[in-house]
C-alpha cells in the first residue's frame, strides 16, 4: 500500500487534477491520497490558504469580506467546471466555510486555524467528488472520523501517539481514500493545524498509520538536486539519499521539503518517494534509511545565508570551568538559539542566525558577556554562510576533507570556519556570504564534476 | 636593563655556576638574577627541591630525617668547594635550614611551602657569595624585603598588584641582584610558593615590576623547536614567536617552560628571550608581541596525547533552546573542564582530558544525559591526540588549512575532527592515538621541508 501526497501546485487547476488523478489510477497500491489547499496556478497567484488567512484576519477585526469569500469560493468553482462535476459540492463548500467564518471567535488563534485547514479540508471534499464523477470508488475521509489526534498547539500541533492506532484501521476500508493535509482534531474535538509544510506531516502520519511500503511525495520538480540550481546551472539530480543526508541537507536551506515533516515515516522505516506531478514517469529521488554507496563520498551540498557569528576571546579562559555554560546561558536569557560554538585555547566563537539579533541585542549581549565573564574581547561579525557537504559516503573516508578545503582554497575563497567531528556525514565551512558562490561552484566542481564515474 | 633567571640545570655544579657567572657579567644590562634550587647534575640525580620536599614530609610523620638533611646541606656544599668559596655560606644555610624545620607545624601546607621555597632561597644566597667572591659588586635580596607580595594560596601563590610598584624600586640598587625564584610572602609575611615553573613566575614578575628591557630565560636547550623532536628527527629551531603562538603551543604540551609564567611579562610588553646556558652565543627563542612573517604559515606544530570524546546525538537537538547549556551543566556537576564542544545537527561533541575520567564517571554522565536530556546515542570514545598547527601567518592565508588535511590524508591518516573557527593563528585536528606520530611528521614535511625559501 502506498500514501501519496500532492503539493498545492500539483491541485491548483483542473488540469492538474486530472494528471493527478491519472498518476492515483495508475496503480492500485496507491490507495491514500493526501491533499494541499490549492496553489497557485501561475507565479503572480494566490494560494488559497492565503486568501483563507486574509480573509480570516478580517473577520477578526471585523472588516467586510465579500470579495474575499467570493474570490475563494471562485477557485474551487474554476476548478469543478474545468472538471465538468456537479457545483453540488460547492454549495457545500460555501455552506462550510460560511458556517466557519461564523464560528466562535473568541480565541483568534484556533479561530484561524480552523479557517487555514479549511483550505485543505474542502479541496479533498471536492477531489474525492471528482474521482468520484470519474468512476472510481473514492472517499473523502476526515481527520476527526480517521482519529487523527492532535496537541492543542496552534499553528504547531504535534501528533499524540494514539492516531497511529487509529489510522491502520483505513486499510480496512475499500476503494481511495482522499484526506485532507495539514491539520488533526484536539481531543476536544478542535481543529488544529501542523506548522509549515503541514500536508507533508499528514502524509508521513498516515504513511506511519497505515504501515504503507512507501510514501510518494508529489510536487513539481523531477528530483532533489545535488546543489542549488540557482547557484549551479544543470545540477546532477540525486536518485537516492538516506533520512540523515536529508536532514544534513535541509538544515542548510535545501529543502523540496521540510526535513521534519518526515519523521513518522522514518520513525516506521518506511521510504519516501519525491516525485513531479507534472513528468510522473521520472524516476524521482528515493529517502532511505540505508543506500548503496553508487557515487563519490560527496551526495549533496547545501549552503544557507544569514548566520552572525560572537567571537569572545579571554587569556586563560581555557581553565575557566563554567565559562562555556555561563556564555550559553547569557544567550538563552535573550532567547537566542546557536548553531556551532567552535573554541580555541582562550577563545571561542558562537555562530548563529542573524535575524535573532538587532543592534541592540547585539550590544546588551556584548555588556553582559564583557561585565558577567570579564572577556576581553568580543566582536560580532555579520554575513556569513553555512556551507554543508554532506554524504554517508564520507564516513572514514580519508581525504575528502582535504578535498574540499584544497578546493575552496584554489578558488580562493576563504574558509572562517570550520566544523567536523561531530557528524560522520558532513562537514560545514562558514565563509563570508560574498564567496557563497564561488565556494559552492568549487564544491560541486570538485565532487560532481571531476568525480572519475 | 634585564632580567636573566636560570633553571635548575644551569646551577647544579660548581662548573654550571661559573657559566652564570661568565653569563651575567658578559652584558653589563644583567642586572637582576633569578635562581632555582640547584636541578640535576646527571639524569640519576635528584633536584634539591625534592629532596627538601622529602626532608618535610618525614618530618610532618615524626620521622628522623638526619640524613636526609645532611644530603642537602652536602649539595651546597660540594657546589661551594668546587668554587672554593669560604663555607660561611654552609653554615648559615644550615642554620637557616634547620630552624625552618623546627619551626610550625600547625598548618602543613604552609610548613611545606616554606621547606619547599629555601631551595631557591639558600642557592641565590650561595650564588651572591660566589659573585661577591669573584669580586663583582652583588648582593642577594630576599622576596620579602624586596615587596613581592602574594595571595594566601600556599602551592598556588598569584602576585598582588601592589608588588609591582615595590619591585620597581629594585631599579635604585647597585651591582647585581640575586633574587630566589619561586616564592613570595603574604600579608602577614608566611612563606607561599608559586605553582609549577615558579621560578619562571618570578622573572616574569620581576621583569614586570623592574620594567625590564628584555626577560632571558636561559635553560638547557638552544632553542625552542618547531615540533617535538621525540618524534621529528633534527627539527627546525623556532628564532622567534609570538606570546599568542606560545600559548597556543604549550597548551598541547609543547612546553620549553609554562606558558602562564609568561603573563606578568606578557602584560609588560617585555620580550623574552629563551637562551641556553651552555651555549650562551647561540640566538636562542624570542618570544615577543608581534614578529615579522618570516617564514612560513606555521611556525609550529604540537601534540598531546590522552583525549576523551563523548558523542552524543538526538534527533532534532539543533531545535532545543538549552540543550548545550544543559549538557555542560552536567558536565560541570562532576568537575570536568572540557577543551572543545564540536556540533553537528542534531549531535555534539565533547572532547575532554580522559584522565578526569573513570569508569564510574563516565556510565554516570552517559545516564544523566540519557535520562535529563533524552538523548538517542551517547558514545565515549578514548585515546585520542590534539594536534596543534600553530602560526600567526596563518591569518587569512587561504590554502593552509587544505595542505594540512591533504598532507594528513596522504600519510593515510583519519582525521576525527577539525576544528578552526575560533583562533586565527591555529588549527587544531583530533586523529588516534595510533596514528599521531605519522600525522605529526606528515605536517612537519608539509610545512617545513617542502615550504620553498
Same mark, same amino acid.
Not at 547545501?302 to 556564555?327: H, P, Q, T, V, W
Not at 582554497?409 to 570556519?417: K, Y
Given at each position: 500500500?502506498?500514501?501519496?501526497?500532492?503539493?498545492?501546485?500539483?491541485?491548483?487547476?483542473?488540469?492538474?487534477?486530472?494528471?493527478?488523478?491519472?498518476?492515483?489510477?495508475?496503480?492500485?497500491?496507491?490507495?491514500?491520497?493526501?491533499?494541499?489547499?490549492?496553489?497557485?496556478?501561475?507565479?503572480?497567484?494566490?494560494?488559497?490558504?492565503?486568501?483563507?488567512?486574509?480573509?480570516?484576519?478580517?473577520?477578526?477585526?471585523?472588516?467586510?469580506?465579500?470579495?474575499?469569500?467570493?474570490?475563494?469560493?471562485?477557485?474551487?468553482?474554476?476548478?469543478?467546471?474545468?472538471?465538468?462535476?456537479?457545483?453540488?459540492?460547492?454549495?457545500?463548500?460555501?455552506?462550510?466555510?460560511?458556517?466557519?467564518?461564523?464560528?466562535?471567535?473568541?480565541?483568534?488563534?484556533?479561530?484561524?486555524?480552523?479557517?487555514?485547514?479549511?483550505?485543505?479540508?474542502?479541496?479533498?471534499?471536492?477531489?474525492?467528488?471528482?474521482?468520484?464523477?470519474?468512476?472510481?470508488?473514492?472517499?473523502?475521509?476526515?481527520?476527526?472520523?480517521?482519529?487523527?489526534?492532535?496537541?492543542?498547539?496552534?499553528?504547531?500541533?504535534?501528533?499524540?501517539?494514539?492516531?497511529?492506532?487509529?489510522?491502520?484501521?483505513?486499510?480496512?476500508?475499500?476503494?481511495?481514500?482522499?484526506?485532507?493535509?495539514?491539520?488533526?482534531?484536539?481531543?476536544?474535538?478542535?481543529?488544529?493545524?501542523?506548522?509549515?509544510?503541514?500536508?507533508?506531516?499528514?502524509?508521513?502520519?498516515?504513511?506511519?498509520?497505515?504501515?504503507?511500503?512507501? %510514501? $510518494?511525495?508529489?510536487?513539481?520538480?523531477?528530483?532533489?538536486?545535488? !546543489?542549488?540550481?540557482?547557484?549551479? +546551472?544543470?545540477? #546532477? /539530480? &540525486?536518485?537516492?539519499?538516506?533520512?540523515?543526508?536529508?536532514?544534513?541537507?535541509?538544515?542548510?536551506?535545501?529543502?523540496?521539503?521540510?526535513?521534519?515533516?518526515?519523521?513518522?515515516?522514518?520513525?516506521?522505516?518506511?521510504?519516501?518517494?519525491?516525485?513531479?506531478?507534472?513528468?510522473?514517469?521520472?524516476?524521482?529521488?528515493?529517502?532511505?534509511?540505508?543506500?548503496?554507496?553508487?557515487?563519490?563520498?560527496?551526495?549533496?551540498?547545501?549552503?544557507?545565508?544569514?548566520?552572525?557569528?560572537?567571537?569572545?576571546?579571554?587569556?586563560?579562559?581555557?581553565?575557566?570551568?563554567?565559562?562555556?555554560?555561563?556564555?550559553?546561558?547569557?544567550?538563552?536569557?535573550?532567547?537566542?538559539? %546557536? $548553531?556551532?560554538?567552535?573554541?580555541?585555547?582562550?577563545?571561542?566563537? !558562537?555562530?548563529?542566525?542573524?535575524? +535573532?539579533?538587532? #543592534? /541592540? &541585542?547585539?550590544?546588551?549581549?556584548?555588556?553582559?558577556?564583557?561585565?558577567?565573564?570579564?572577556?576581553?574581547?568580543?566582536?560580532?561579525?555579520?554575513?556569513?554562510?553555512?556551507?554543508?557537504?554532506?554524504?554517508?559516503?564520507?564516513?572514514?573516508?580519508?581525504?575528502?576533507?582535504?578535498?574540499?578545503?584544497?578546493?575552496?582554497?584554489?578558488?580562493?575563497?576563504?574558509?572562517?570556519?570550520?566544523?567536523?567531528?561531530?557528524?560522520?556525514?558532513?562537514?560545514?565551512?562558514?565563509?563570508?556570504?560574498?564567496?557563497?558562490?564561488?565556494?559552492?561552484?568549487?564544491?560541486?566542481?570538485?565532487?560532481?564534476?571531476?568525480?572519475?564515474?
Amino acid at each position: 500500500m502506498k500514501v501519496v501526497k500532492f503539493g498545492g501546485s500539483s491541485l491548483a487547476s483542473g488540469e492538474q487534477l486530472k494528471k493527478v488523478f491519472q498518476i492515483v489510477v495508475s496503480d492500485p497500491e496507491r490507495k491514500i491520497v493526501v491533499v494541499s489547499a490549492p496553489g497557485k496556478r501561475f507565479s503572480d497567484d494566490i494560494k488559497v490558504t492565503d486568501l483563507l488567512i486574509d480573509c480570516a484576519e478580517k473577520v477578526l477585526a471585523g472588516e467586510e469580506i465579500e470579495s474575499e469569500f467570493a474570490t475563494i469560493i471562485e477557485r474551487y468553482a474554476s476548478i469543478a467546471k474545468e472538471l465538468e462535476i456537479s457545483l453540488d459540492i460547492i454549495d457545500t463548500i460555501s455552506h462550510d466555510l460560511k458556517a466557519l467564518l461564523n464560528g466562535n471567535k473568541e480565541k483568534p488563534d484556533r479561530f484561524l486555524d480552523a479557517i487555514k485547514a479549511s483550505g485543505e479540508d474542502n479541496n479533498a471534499k471536492l477531489i474525492a467528488a471528482y474521482f468520484q464523477h470519474r468512476g472510481v470508488l473514492a472517499q473523502y475521509v476526515s481527520p476527526k472520523e480517521a482519529g487523527l489526534i492532535v496537541s492543542d498547539e496552534p499553528g504547531n500541533a504535534q501528533v499524540l501517539p494514539e492516531s497511529y492506532d487509529n489510522l491502520y484501521k483505513l486499510r480496512d476500508r475499500e476503494g481511495i481514500i482522499v484526506f485532507p493535509g495539514f491539520f488533526g482534531h484536539n481531543k476536544n474535538g478542535d481543529v488544529l493545524t501542523f506548522s509549515r509544510s503541514g500536508s507533508d506531516i499528514t502524509g508521513s502520519i498516515l504513511a506511519n498509520g497505515v504501515k504503507a511500503d512507501l %510514501y $510518494e511525495n508529489f510536487t513539481d520538480v523531477d528530483a532533489v538536486y545535488s !546543489v542549488n540550481p540557482t547557484i549551479v +546551472q544543470n545540477p #546532477k /539530480e &540525486i536518485s537516492e539519499l538516506t533520512y540523515r543526508e536529508m536532514r544534513e541537507l535541509s538544515y542548510a536551506g535545501f529543502s523540496v521539503f521540510h526535513d521534519e515533516a518526515l519523521i513518522p515515516a522514518f520513525r516506521a522505516g518506511i521510504p519516501v518517494n519525491v516525485k513531479n506531478t507534472n513528468n510522473p514517469t521520472a524516476p524521482g529521488t528515493r529517502i532511505v534509511n540505508e543506500r548503496a554507496n553508487t557515487n563519490g563520498p560527496v551526495i549533496g551540498i547545501a549552503s544557507d545565508k544569514g548566520f552572525c557569528s560572537i567571537y569572545i576571546s579571554k587569556y586563560l579562559m581555557n581553565r575557566e570551568i563554567g565559562f562555556g555554560r555561563r556564555l550559553l546561558q547569557i544567550l538563552e536569557d535573550f532567547g537566542l538559539t %546557536y $548553531e556551532h560554538v567552535p573554541s580555541g585555547i582562550d577563545d571561542v566563537t !558562537v555562530i548563529l542566525r542573524q535575524n +535573532q539579533m538587532d #543592534k /541592540e &541585542i547585539e550590544a546588551a549581549i556584548t555588556k553582559r558577556i564583557i561585565t558577567e565573564l570579564h572577556a576581553d574581547k568580543v566582536i560580532i561579525e555579520h554575513n556569513l554562510v553555512l556551507i554543508m557537504v554532506v554524504g554517508e559516503g564520507m564516513r572514514h573516508n580519508v581525504g575528502t576533507t582535504a578535498r574540499a578545503a584544497k578546493a575552496l582554497a584554489n578558488a580562493g575563497v576563504n574558509i572562517e570556519m570550520i566544523n567536523q567531528g561531530s557528524s560522520e556525514v558532513s562537514m560545514m565551512f562558514g565563509v563570508k556570504e560574498a564567496q557563497e558562490k564561488r565556494a559552492v561552484q568549487a564544491l560541486y566542481n570538485e565532487f560532481f564534476v571531476a568525480v572519475p564515474v
